[in-house]
């Protein structure tokens, strides 16, 4: 073997914007010398089409790779679409979650009382900012199992026949555990994942939309959800 | 072979003292003395491995000298030159963490009065243990690090499945049930070491997971009564993650920082991401500066979020843990930590714990004490160097909460003894009024106690303090419980009040603990009580004036707990007894606990042990002392001896005091011993001659009969001295070869040597008795080292002789070198006699003549460097005590002079020595026919 290729790009965290330089070195370890016809650089940049019929989705990550006679290394670097202009406004969000405020349920009477009220400081979202907030369980009959956020994005693709539209699961986050204390406000925040998010996007075509929905497992067997869009964005 | 007859040189012993003494030269201030303390300040002016440019200056005080230890080295001591060559990078490091502490001295506060985790940490695993079955449940088998390598780009719940796909796949047990508690730690202790292995074969990403895994386990609480053990082994682990963390801030670092708290921060649960994220808290700083403290508050708030009281609280003291070494000076999130506790404190009384509680069949009473050390610790972090209103403050919302005892025993834990001291009344109030269910209020008098026993309440609250906390302590029925309590305030009792207070509280713990034996369980606790009452009264006599001490010692029936307990107090007793007593008291009891140590020597004593016991016994009966009365004094021997008759080491002692008494009674008398002054020190002779026998040492007792024989002489008992020798003449033939010294065998000739050099110092001054022959004991002793059993190849034999000659030497003399007062020696009774001084020849002859074969028996090659050194010791003596005007004898000291440099082994600078202090000699009058004897001498040249 004894022959090595590695590309050391010049940023560390390997992101960079729309219309600047990428640059760094090829660094090429051998113990003798080596015949070569040449060593070239190949960038390629994948926007994953997957062509199921119902998902695209939209990778902001690119990937180069170099090849010089049978060796190859690649590296995986990312690009930031461009900061959007225009001001950031911040959108509070207060909400109070009782059996009553609740729709899609089946028998009303057997659900236990409770009254869930919390609120998230904005559904504007800066995509390198947590989402943040706080709930408060002013009151459950019965114990709570488990609060989590979930993060959904949903992809909207116009076609011939119309549209289709699919909604994933991309991060699911715990916050609280257990029967919580009464009255007393648990955070809510959460990390925007780097490679399975992106600003809001909205074209003719294609629409990329994020929501947030809070879920409330009760005991014994009860999930409540609360749904919230997002609109993210990059400054 | 011709007999060469001996002639002593005749001495002059006060010139020869007053030609060798060094003449007295007065000293001023300031001049140089060798013997003067000597400091020497060494200035480098270059360290470094350059070894040929070191140079270095050192000055004293006496500008003369040069300290001799520090010339010796070359420059740079070798310590120094390692580390000066040692490589530069470890060098920086070294700097760069000594740099780190000193910043951190600087802005923190946390010293060595911040009482550590890892004190808590073992006290911890051993109070909560359960012997009820555990599991541990792991998606990733420890030893398969299959799934390792997995993106983390997949959503988490792909991921997880995936996971399990792979483990169904395989087989693996993913729940490991039945667990014993041994288990469980081993298979932990496993996991651990699989993260050290994954971290150091660069699979960081399996570390991590390890991680996660086991951090989840501290959201099981299932066996409740484990889970603060269970807590101290999974941050074990965390603590082990957490020096994985990059030290040093660089881009790359950073990157990777970053890139964990991604991955952190997508962790679907939230204890594992609260305690993985809790555990690199340091990594923040390199992320921003204001990283650490922003991420403090949003962690506690974190905690919230946690429903189960028990894991929350371990969870806060976590963190307190963490903030605490990571940033002490962010007060405000312990203080977050603490009020947060106190909002969710109800809950311990809600009904989800309380269903739980149902479930595992576990009672309040035992559920409550599992909270303790988390609480302390938050309660510790949080009231380390805080200020007074603070405190204040802590204790007034505690007060607010309903059923605050698990409150209040944190707070008397925590807080400074002080600052509970003070408020002693104010707590003993609150004590009063907690609800008895919950949590025993034993244990909080027991806190209250020990915050007394380190700081002292106001003088006029003291009383009412131990009545009140007595008053509760004495009801309590459990034995077990009451003596944890009582242990404690005893040391408060001691300190503040008198042998009366004492006494009672002596009384009620007997009272207490001797029904149904319960003392049998709770000896370590009746040992620390016995500790603290020596502990503060220094003074025996009023120690044992105690009515109840004797009783309560007669608690501790079991024998090496009793034994224990008596070597304290004869320990306490050494170090505190300042004066010597005779105090009957103190003697009759201090004699109790000594026999009680002796009686415990048995076959199977270890000798360390023996020691022991033996130096505190000694250490007893060197301070008793009856005055004058010595009378009293030798029967207290007597009576020891009899009582300690086990331990030699004592009886030793028990000699060298009798010994001892005799010369104080021969110092009173001023030498002239009357007849009942002779009849008492007859009788301490007596006591010696009779106790020597019993020892096992061969040496011990042939050093004895030497020392008993002289203060013997010195008394005037010439007939008891004279068999002091005689039994140790014939004690001689028994010396074995070998004996043991330390645990190891050694040859004894040295010993001997020295044992019978010494003698002869002391024969030469005892009188010969009239009834027997001249110089009766010098010959039995020569005629005991004819008999013994020498080593084949040695000349100790020989050295001996060459001895015996020198002490022959000196009792020719006219007068003695020394004498003892009032006893006339062998030069008074005899007077130069020439009857005396034939005899005195003729053993010289015989003993010459014995030394002479022994030095031809050497001319073999192997022996030859022997004979040389032993022929140049021979002519030594006879120039020393021989009269050389004889020609015989000089020309005996010229064929030796000759015999030691035949074959070239003597060492030429000695020679050379040897015959300039023959040639100076020959200076002094009545030596000059040495002159002649010089010229005979020839020096060999080495060729």
């Given at each position: 073997?004894g022959?090595a290729?590695d590309?050391?790009?010049?940023?560390?965290?390997?992101?960079?914007?729309?219309?600047?330089v990428?640059s760094?070195?090829?660094?090429?370890?051998s113990?003798?010398?080596?015949?070569?016809q040449?060593?070239?650089?190949?960038?390629?940049?994948t926007?994953?089409?997957?062509?199921?019929?119902?998902?695209?989705t939209?990778?902001?990550?690119?990937k180069?790779?170099?090849?010089?006679?049978?060796?190859?290394?690649?590296c995986e670097f990312?690009?930031?679409?461009a900061p959007?202009?225009?001001?950031?406004t911040?959108s509070?969000?207060?909400?109070?979650?009782?059996?009553?405020?609740?729709?899609?349920?089946k028998e009303?009477?057997?659900l236990?009382k409770?009254l869930?009220r919390?609120?998230?400081?904005?559904?504007?979202?800066?995509?390198?900012?947590?989402?943040?907030g706080?709930?408060?369980v002013e009151?459950?009959?019965a114990?709570?199992?488990?609060?989590?956020?979930?993060l959904?994005?949903?992809e909207?693709?116009?076609?011939?026949?119309?549209?289709?539209?699919?909604?994933t699961?991309?991060q699911n986050?715990q916050?609280?555990?257990g029967d919580?204390?009464r009255?007393?406000?648990?955070p809510?925040?959460?990390?925007?994942?780097?490679l399975?998010?992106?600003?809001?996007?909205?074209?003719?075509?294609?629409?990329v939309e994020?929501?947030?929905?809070?879920?409330?497992l009760?005991h014994?067997?009860?999930l409540?959800?609360?749904?919230?869009?997002?609109?993210?964005?990059?400054i | 072979?011709a007999?060469?007859?001996?002639?002593s040189?005749n001495?002059?012993?006060?010139a020869?003292?007053?030609?060798?003494?060094l003449?007295?030269?007065p000293?001023?201030?300031g001049d140089?003395h060798?013997?003067?303390?000597?400091?020497?300040?060494?200035?480098?002016?270059?360290?470094?491995?350059?070894?040929?440019?070191?140079?270095?200056?050192?000055s004293?005080?006496?500008?003369?000298?040069?300290d001799?230890l520090?010339?010796?080295?070359?420059?740079t001591d070798?310590?120094?030159?390692?580390?000066?060559?040692?490589?530069?990078a470890?060098?920086?490091?070294?700097?760069d963490?000594?740099?780190?502490?000193?910043?951190?001295d600087?802005?923190?506060?946390?010293?060595?009065d911040?009482e550590p985790?890892t004190n808590k940490?073992?006290e911890?695993?051993?109070?909560?243990?359960?012997?009820?079955?555990l599991?541990?449940?792991?998606?990733?088998g420890s030893?398969?690090?299959k799934?390792?390598t997995?993106?983390?780009?997949?959503?988490?719940?792909?991921?997880?499945?995936l996971?399990e796909?792979?483990?169904f796949?395989?087989?693996s047990q993913?729940?490991?049930?039945?667990?014993t508690?041994?288990?469980?730690?081993?298979?932990?202790?496993?996991?651990?070491?699989?993260l050290?292995?994954?971290?150091a074969?660069?699979?960081?990403?399996?570390?991590?997971?390890i991680?996660?895994?086991?951090?989840?386990?501290?959201?099981?609480?299932?066996v409740?009564?484990f889970?603060?053990?269970?807590?101290?082994?999974?941050t074990?682990i965390?603590?082990?993650?957490?020096?994985?963390?990059?030290?040093?801030?660089?881009?790359?670092?950073?990157e990777?920082?970053?890139?964990?708290?991604?991955?952190i921060?997508?962790?679907?649960?939230?204890?594992?991401?609260?305690?993985?994220?809790?555990?690199?808290?340091?990594?923040?700083?390199?992320?921003?500066?204001t990283?650490i403290?922003e991420?403090?508050?949003r962690?506690?708030c974190?905690?919230?979020?946690i429903?189960d009281p028990l894991?929350?609280v371990?969870?806060r003291?976590?963190l307190c843990r963490?903030?605490?070494?990571?940033a002490?000076?962010?007060?405000?999130?312990?203080?977050k930590n603490?009020?947060?506790?106190l909002?969710?404190?109800?809950?311990?009384?809600?009904?989800?714990?309380?269903?739980?509680?149902?479930?595992?069949?576990v009672?309040?009473?035992?559920?409550?004490?599992?909270?303790?050390p988390?609480?302390?610790?938050?309660?510790q972090?949080?009231?380390?160097?805080a200020?007074?209103?603070?405190?204040?403050?802590m204790?007034?919302?505690?007060?607010?909460l309903?059923?605050?005892a698990?409150l209040?025993?944190?707070?008397m834990?925590?807080?400074?003894?002080?600052?509970?001291?003070?408020?002693?009344?104010?707590?003993?109030?609150m004590?009063k009024?907690c609800d008895?269910s919950?949590?025993?209020?034993?244990?909080?008098f027991r806190?209250?106690?020990?915050n007394?026993?380190?700081?002292d309440p106001?003088?006029?609250?003291r009383?009412?303090?131990?009545?009140?906390?007595?008053?509760?302590i004495?009801?309590?029925?459990?034995p077990?419980?009451?003596?944890n309590?009582?242990?404690v305030?005893?040391e408060?009792t001691c300190?503040?009040f008198t042998?009366?207070?004492?006494?009672?509280?002596l009384?009620?713990?007997i009272?207490h603990?001797?029904?149904?034996?319960?003392?049998?369980?709770?000896?370590p606790?009746?040992?620390?009580?016995?500790?603290?009452?020596i502990?503060h009264?220094?003074?025996?006599?009023?120690?044992f004036?105690?009515e109840?001490?004797?009783?309560?010692?007669?608690?501790?029936q079991?024998?090496?707990?009793?034994?224990?307990v008596?070597?304290?107090?004869m320990d306490?007793f050494?170090?505190?007894?300042?004066?010597?007593?005779?105090d009957?008291v103190?003697?009759?009891?201090?004699?109790?606990?000594c026999?009680?140590?002796?009686d415990?020597?048995?076959?199977?004593?270890?000798?360390?042990e023996k020691?022991m016991?033996?130096?505190?016994?000694?250490?007893?009966?060197?301070m008793?002392?009856?005055?004058?009365d010595f009378e009293?004094?030798?029967?207290?021997?007597?009576e020891s001896?009899?009582m300690f008759?086990?331990l030699?080491?004592?009886?030793?002692?028990?000699?060298?005091?009798?010994?001892?008494?005799?010369?104080?009674?021969?110092?009173?008398?001023k030498?002239?011993?009357?007849?009942k002054?002779?009849?008492?020190?007859?009788?301490c002779?007596?006591y010696?001659?009779?106790?020597i026998?019993?020892?096992?040492?061969?040496?011990?007792?042939?050093n004895?009969?030497l020392h008993?024989?002289?203060?013997?002489l010195?008394?005037?008992c010439l007939?008891?001295?004279?068999?002091?020798?005689?039994?140790?003449?014939?004690l001689v033939?028994?010396?074995p070869k070998?004996?043991?010294?330390d645990?190891?065998m050694?040859?004894s000739e040295?010993?001997?040597?020295?044992?019978?050099c010494?003698?002869?110092?002391?024969?030469?001054?005892v009188?010969?008795?009239?009834e027997?022959?001249?110089l009766?004991?010098?010959?039995?002793?020569l005629?005991?080292?004819?008999?013994?059993?020498w080593e084949d190849?040695?000349?100790?034999?020989?050295r001996?002789?060459t001895?015996?000659?020198?002490?022959?030497?000196?009792?020719?003399?006219?007068?003695?070198?020394?004498?003892?007062d009032?006893?006339?020696?062998?030069?008074?009774?005899?007077g130069?006699?020439?009857?005396?001084?034939?005899?005195?020849?003729?053993?010289?002859e015989?003993?010459m003549?014995?030394?002479?074969?022994?030095?031809?028996?050497?001319?073999?090659?192997?022996a030859?460097?022997?004979?040389?050194?032993l022929?140049l010791?021979f002519f030594?003596s006879i120039l020393?005590h021989?009269?050389?005007?004889n020609?015989?004898?000089?020309?005996l000291?010229?064929?030796l002079w000759h015999?030691a440099?035949?074959?070239g082994?003597?060492?030429?600078r000695?020679?050379v020595?040897?015959?300039?202090y023959?040639?100076k000699?020959?200076?002094q009058?009545?030596?000059?026919?040495?002159?002649e004897?010089?010229?005979?001498?020839?020096l060999?040249?080495?060729?």
């Amino acid at each position: 073997m004894g022959t090595a290729l590695d590309i050391k790009i010049k940023r560390a965290n390997k992101v960079y914007h729309a219309g600047e330089v990428l640059s760094g070195v090829v660094v090429i370890s051998s113990k003798d010398s080596v015949q070569h016809q040449g060593v070239s650089l190949t960038m390629e940049g994948t926007v994953n089409l997957q062509l199921s019929a119902k998902s695209y989705t939209l990778r902001c990550d690119m990937k180069r790779s170099l090849l010089a006679k049978d060796l190859t290394k690649t590296c995986e670097f990312i690009v930031h679409s461009a900061p959007q202009k225009g001001k950031f406004t911040p959108s509070p969000v207060d909400f109070t979650i009782t059996p009553e405020t609740l729709q899609n349920v089946k028998e009303r009477a057997l659900l236990p009382k409770f009254l869930l009220r919390g609120h998230l400081n904005s559904t504007n979202c800066v995509i390198t900012q947590p989402l943040t907030g706080e709930l408060v369980v002013e009151s459950s009959e019965a114990a709570i199992r488990s609060v989590e956020l979930q993060l959904v994005r949903v992809e909207t693709c116009g076609c011939a026949e119309g549209y289709a539209r699919d909604a994933t699961e991309i991060q699911n986050i715990q916050i609280a555990d257990g029967d919580v204390c009464r009255g007393l406000s648990v955070p809510i925040y959460m990390v925007f994942p780097r490679l399975f998010t992106c600003p809001t996007l909205e074209t003719t075509n294609f629409k990329v939309e994020f929501e947030v929905n809070i879920v409330v497992l009760l005991h014994p067997d009860h999930l409540i959800t609360e749904n919230f869009p997002l609109k993210l964005c990059r400054i | 072979m011709a007999v060469f007859p001996w002639h002593s040189r005749n001495r002059n012993y006060k010139a020869e003292f007053a030609s060798c003494r060094l003449e007295a030269v007065p000293l001023e201030f300031g001049d140089y003395h060798p013997l003067k303390p000597i400091t020497v300040t060494e200035s480098k002016t270059k360290k470094v491995n350059r070894k040929g440019s070191t140079s270095s200056t050192s000055s004293s005080s006496s500008s003369s000298v040069v300290d001799p230890l520090s010339s010796v080295l070359d420059g740079t001591d070798p310590l120094s030159m390692f580390a000066a060559t040692a490589d530069p990078a470890a060098l920086a490091a070294a700097m760069d963490s000594s740099r780190r502490k000193r910043d951190r001295d600087d802005n923190s506060v946390v010293g060595s009065d911040f009482e550590p985790w890892t004190n808590k940490r073992g006290e911890i695993l051993a109070r909560y243990t359960t012997t009820e079955k555990l599991s541990i449940n792991l998606f990733m088998g420890s030893e398969k690090g299959k799934a390792g390598t997995a993106t983390l780009a997949m959503s988490e719940k792909v991921r997880t499945r995936l996971e399990e796909l792979d483990d169904f796949e395989e087989g693996s047990q993913k729940e490991l049930l039945n667990l014993t508690q041994q288990d469980y730690v081993n298979r932990i202790e496993e996991l651990n070491q699989s993260l050290k292995d994954a971290w150091a074969s660069d699979q960081k990403v399996k570390a991590l997971k390890i991680v996660i895994q086991c951090s989840k386990l501290l959201s099981d609480t299932s066996v409740i009564q484990f889970y603060p053990s269970k807590f101290v082994l999974i941050t074990d682990i965390l603590d082990t993650f957490d020096h994985f963390s990059p030290e040093n801030a660089n881009d790359t670092a950073k990157e990777t920082c970053l890139n964990w708290f991604f991955k952190i921060a997508s962790i679907r649960e939230l204890i594992p991401r609260f305690y993985v994220e809790a555990s690199i808290l340091k990594c923040n700083k390199f992320l921003s500066k204001t990283g650490i403290s922003e991420c403090l508050p949003r962690l506690t708030c974190m905690i919230r979020g946690i429903g189960d009281p028990l894991v929350s609280v371990y969870a806060r003291a976590y963190l307190c843990r963490v903030g605490m070494e990571v940033a002490p000076h962010l007060k405000e999130t312990l203080n977050k930590n603490f009020f947060d506790f106190l909002l969710t404190f109800k809950q311990i009384h809600g009904d989800t714990v309380q269903n739980q509680l149902v479930v595992q069949g576990v009672e309040l009473p035992s559920y409550l004490p599992l909270y303790p050390p988390a609480m302390d610790w938050i309660f510790q972090c949080i009231s380390y160097h805080a200020p007074e209103a603070l405190l204040t403050e802590m204790m007034e919302r505690c007060k607010k909460l309903g059923n605050n005892a698990l409150l209040l025993n944190s707070v008397m834990s925590a807080f400074r003894a002080e600052f509970i001291a003070t408020r002693s009344m104010d707590f003993i109030g609150m004590i009063k009024e907690c609800d008895e269910s919950g949590f025993p209020k034993h244990l909080l008098f027991r806190s209250l106690g020990l915050n007394l026993a380190l700081a002292d309440p106001p003088e006029s609250d003291r009383l009412q303090i131990l009545n009140e906390a007595w008053k509760v302590i004495t009801k309590l029925k459990n034995p077990q419980d009451y003596i944890n309590c009582a242990e404690v305030w005893v040391e408060y009792t001691c300190k503040h009040f008198t042998k009366r207070e004492v006494n009672t509280v002596l009384a009620d713990v007997i009272k207490h603990m001797t029904p149904d034996r319960a003392f049998e369980d709770s000896y370590p606790q009746l040992q620390l009580i016995i500790k603290k009452v020596i502990a503060h009264f220094h003074d025996f006599s009023v120690l044992f004036s105690v009515e109840k001490f004797l009783p309560f010692l007669d608690m501790f029936q079991k024998e090496s707990v009793r034994v224990e307990v008596c070597k304290c107090i004869m320990d306490a007793f050494i170090k505190h007894q300042q004066e010597p007593t005779k105090d009957p008291v103190i003697l009759n009891a201090l004699l109790h606990v000594c026999k009680t140590m002796h009686d415990s020597v048995n076959a199977l004593t270890l000798e360390d042990e023996k020691r022991m016991l033996s130096y505190l016994i000694n250490g007893f009966i060197k301070m008793v002392s009856f005055g004058r009365d010595f009378e009293q004094q030798l029967s207290f021997y007597v009576e020891s001896r009899s009582m300690f008759c086990n331990l030699e080491p004592v009886l030793v002692q028990l000699i060298h005091s009798v010994n001892r008494l005799a010369m104080e009674t021969r110092k009173v008398m001023k030498g002239n011993h009357s007849r009942k002054t002779a009849a008492f020190v007859r009788a301490c002779v007596a006591y010696c001659f009779i106790t020597i026998p019993s020892l096992a040492g061969i040496f011990t007792r042939l050093n004895l009969y030497l020392h008993s024989g002289q203060v013997a002489l010195a008394n005037q008992c010439l007939s008891q001295a004279d068999a002091f020798f005689k039994a140790a003449i014939s004690l001689v033939p028994e010396v074995p070869k070998m004996i043991n010294i330390d645990g190891k065998m050694r040859p004894s000739e040295s010993f001997l040597l020295e044992f019978l050099c010494n003698f002869f110092s002391t024969l030469l001054i005892v009188p010969d008795h009239p009834e027997h022959g001249v110089l009766f004991l010098v010959r039995e002793l020569l005629n005991v080292i004819q008999d013994y059993t020498w080593e084949d190849n040695s000349d100790e034999k020989i050295r001996i002789y060459t001895c015996v000659l020198h002490l022959l030497s000196a009792m020719s003399q006219e007068t003695y070198l020394y004498h003892i007062d009032k006893v006339d020696s062998n030069d008074s009774l005899y007077g130069g006699d020439s009857k005396f001084l034939a005899e005195n020849n003729k053993l010289c002859e015989t003993v010459m003549a014995q030394i002479l074969e022994h030095l031809k028996t050497l001319a073999k090659d192997e022996a030859l460097k022997r004979q040389s050194s032993l022929g140049l010791s021979f002519f030594n003596s006879i120039l020393a005590h021989g009269d050389l005007r004889n020609n015989k004898l000089n020309q005996l000291s010229v064929n030796l002079w000759h015999l030691a440099q035949r074959h070239g082994c003597a060492d030429t600078r000695t020679m050379v020595k040897t015959l300039e202090y023959i040639k100076k000699q020959s200076k002094q009058p009545d030596m000059t026919h040495l002159t002649e004897l010089a010229l005979r001498l020839p020096l060999q040249t080495r060729t």
